[in-house]
């Protein structure tokens, strides 16, 4: 399903707006299991990632994010307009998620070369950590796959375990490093 920018606005004024928009940490769990559990209503909150409130995006893809992982079915669809959409996006929260959301899936081959590229520049100390970790991990999945990636990511990680400003990146790097040197 490819969403445009218009029809994502639609969908931010259907009624459920306001509930999105004013969601609690207990309602969002409950949202989780509703959402994973109909693949229709997984298709409307998604779109709601795209919509210009940031609060209501934010929930979507919160929502999103670990419905899909309660049920990966639901976002094989989604996965090309994903990565296409991530090199736009400006909000870390939704960085954060979009990132952890492509963490385990199968990569359409036609998007690898640009998508390999943008997680390398998602890897500046200028991105979230979580953001960082998470294109860490995603350069970590794609490197098992393509074996010839592996020393170029090793040099990199070296270089981000060896910045030490960071525990969290630097956490997620030793764990890379130990998994890559043993291929």
């Known amino acids: 399903m490819n969403t445009s920018a218009p029809q994502a ?6 009624p459920l707006r ?22 229709n209503l997984f298709a409307q909150i998604y779109q709601w990632i795209f919509c210009d409130d940031p609060r209501i995006a ?6 999103t994010d670990h419905a899909a992982e309660a049920n990966p079915a639901l976002l ?3 996965v090309p307009e994903i990565i ?17 959301m492509l963490i385990g899936r199968t990569l359409p081959e036609d998007k690898i070369g640009p998508f390999i590229d943008l997680l390398y ?4 100390p200028s991105e979230a950590i979580a953001v960082r970790a998470n294109a860490l991990q995603l350069l970590h999945d794609i490197a098992l796959r393509e074996p010839e990636l592996i020393p170029e990511l090793i040099a990199v990680t070296e270089a981000l375990v060896e910045e030490r400003d960071q525990l969290g990146i630097c956490a997620k790097g030793r ?4 998994s890559l040197k043993r291929q």
Do not use: M
């Open 9 to 14: 606005q639609e969908s931010c004024n259907e």
């Open 18 to 39: 306001d509930q999105l928009r004013h969601l609690r940490g207990g309602e969002i769990k409950i949202w989780r299991e509703l959402v994973s559990k109909d693949p």
């Open 58 to 63: 934010w929930h979507a893809a919160w929502i």
């Open 76 to 78: 094989g669809p989604y």
């Open 84 to 100: 296409d959409t991530l090199h736009t996006v400006k909000s870390s929260q939704l960085k954060r998620h979009f990132t952890r």
């Open 121 to 124: 520049r998602l890897l500046s």
């Open 175 to 178: 764990n890379v490093l130990r």
